[in-house]
């Protein structure tokens, strides 16, 4: 008789959640506790948290290596410019529908990248967003090649003043931040996460024990986009300003979101934490250094990749085995009279 | 005719869209190395070639005789202290360690010279222009670097086709744990490829330098350029590269006949609608 249960959390995973609550509560209370530059500082911790969780999802579990996703960044930015601008929509329902758009672009874009893989795909994913980008320097309803600004119109929407304005654009992109947090996390511990666990471990075992790796692909490309098109809607609303150049930069929304992931710990949902916070250190150390702390950050990034390639916290998984945001199923033994014979110890690992 | 103009101009175009390609060709052909850094390391050659000019008062052409030996060296340490350890773990090593590299040369260059835009002046050959019967006239530099590209490919095919090394290198891009077993270096040879593949790179760089201004931030779109250029002609066949940037010249030019400010936009979609309908390009050779 087997007495064993799937177990979905850890200890560590449960004392984190507790001793989390009282930092997150300070984060939602830091306007009433702090001032404007720190809240400016966390909001874009925020946010950039958000697109390596993202990337994360992308590259780690699907293993879909976009470097191209400045292309959502972009169109969720020009998203909301139009439709507050010309489209003279209120400033949270064109936000609300700066994501949908997104990943409806994402879709006639998945049917052209998808046939692409590895390498292809990755520089195929890049020339898309250059068309984009392109195509916005070109569009004068777009502003063409100098964009759009928000007026203050639009800006008063959200509020009459500025320290108002501050505090609800610091917590919108914490709740965005967050949801897009809990949207990859029960994704990943859904049916589909399974089957992007296994698809990450092998793409052929995982197909041929029946994931349609395609569909579990596609689902998540789409699902990506549009959450990567929410925050970019959210990071050019404080912007107050968005450019073909800014929009679409690749080295503002992607590369330095990649060197976060692969820093903290690709495929873990962990990793994006620790190398976010690692990059914003970096930069507000080596802020008056010019591009260095960018060096720094390439010459870290390339050193992980080589030495420990998966990341600051996949070398604290090996060591200790702990897991803050589990996803895996692990069985344990449940302790009953008639399983006194049968020993199981946990089962490591995802 | 402005058609055939168009099709002369966007050709000789592609003759330099080709020799962008041809590093990155040879790269991602022998060892399935995607260089993100590719684009950089022409920029970068451009600037050596710059510094090179500066300190010897050689003209830019003469400076191929500097630029060459430390681009070749550059990318033989490149690979064999740095690149050969990212082989074997499948896509993303590569990918990362030359976005790294990418960033790091940008954000060098950017340092040591300023955002500012740059560029090798050549005198009169970068004016000169040849008329030709029915009103068309064809500058006479695009066709010396088209020659250059010519005389690239050919020279490279006999490496592939003549010599040890070459049989070497095909070798280890067929079958690269076979080649080892037969007594290949594989390290070496991977060291070796990048080393010549730098070669062209420098090429590529000094004449683009001369052509156009460059500034640090460059890099990229030579990468796109380039990378384009291969997918279309087809992986692994050197004179596919040279068509595939003819055709991305070619589109080029069209976009800019219709539009000046078109003209990338129409290269890029070119290529996409050429990956929808035929994914391994052109004419594949090798198989990825």
Known sequence: ?350 | MNWINILIQGGLLGGFYALFAIGLSMSFGIMRLVNIAHGDLIVLAAYVGMVATWYTGLDPFLSLVIVVPVMFALGYTLQRGLLNQTLSGGLLPPLLVTFGISIIIQNGLLQGFGAYDHRLQEGAIETASLRLPGGLSIGVYPLVVFAVALFAIASLQLLFYRTRLGRAFRAVSDDSDTAELMGIDNRKLYALALGIAMIFTAIAGVLFGIRTIFAPSAGPIRLILAFEAVIIGGLGSMWGTLIGGMVLGVAQAIGAAVDPTWQILAGHLAFLAILIVRPSGLFPRTRD
């Open chain 1, 1 to 350: 008789m087997e007495s064993v249960r799937v177990e979905r959390g850890t200890k560590a995973s449960r004392i984190f959640a507790i001793c989390a609550l009282p930092l997150v509560a300070a984060l939602i209370a830091m306007p009433w506790w702090s001032d404007p530059g720190d809240m400016r500082l966390v909001g874009e911790m925020a946010y950039f948290l958000a697109l390596a969780q993202l990337w994360n999802l992308l590259a780690g579990y699907a293993g879909l290596v976009s470097v191209g996703q400045q292309a959502y960044v972009g169109l969720g930015g020009y998203a909301l410019f139009y439709m507050t601008g010309p489209l003279n929509m209120n400033v949270y329902w064109a936000l609300l529908l700066a994501g949908p758009f997104a990943g409806l672009m994402a879709i006639p874009v998945s049917f052209a990248v998808f046939r692409l893989r590895g390498a292809y795909f990755a520089i195929g994913t890049w020339v898309v967003s250059e068309v984009f980008a392109l195509s916005a320097s070109l569009i004068a309803v777009l502003g063409a090649g100098s964009g759009l600004s928000l007026t203050p119109a639009i800006l008063r929407q959200i509020s009459p003043d500025r320290a108002g304005r501050d505090t609800m654009l610091y917590l919108m992109t914490l709740a965005c931040s967050a949801l897009v947090f809990a949207i990859v996390y029960l994704l990943l511990r859904s049916r589909h996460g399974l089957a992007l666990t296994a698809i990450r471990d092998s793409e052929p075992a995982s197909a041929s024990l029946g994931v349609n790796t395609f569909r579990t692909k596609f689902i998540i490309y789409i699902v990506t986009a549009a959450c990567t098109g929410l925050i970019g809607g959210l990071i050019f609303l404080q912007k107050l300003r968005i450019s073909p150049e800014a929009g679409f930069s690749i080295n503002d929304w992607t590369v330095v979101v990649i060197f976060m992931v692969v820093i903290g710990g690709i495929g873990t949902l962990e990793g994006p934490f620790v190398g976010m916070l690692v990059f914003i250190i970096l930069r507000e150390l080596l802020a008056d250094y010019g591009t260095y702390y960018l060096i720094l950050l390439g010459l870290i990034a390339i050193a992980v990749m080589l030495k420990a390639p998966s990341g600051i916290w996949g070398w604290v998984v090996q060591r200790y085995d702990v897991q803050l945001f589990p996803v895996g199923r692990r069985l344990a033994p449940i302790p009953s009279k008639d399983a006194k014979d049968v020993v199981l110890s946990p089962q490591p690992g995802p």
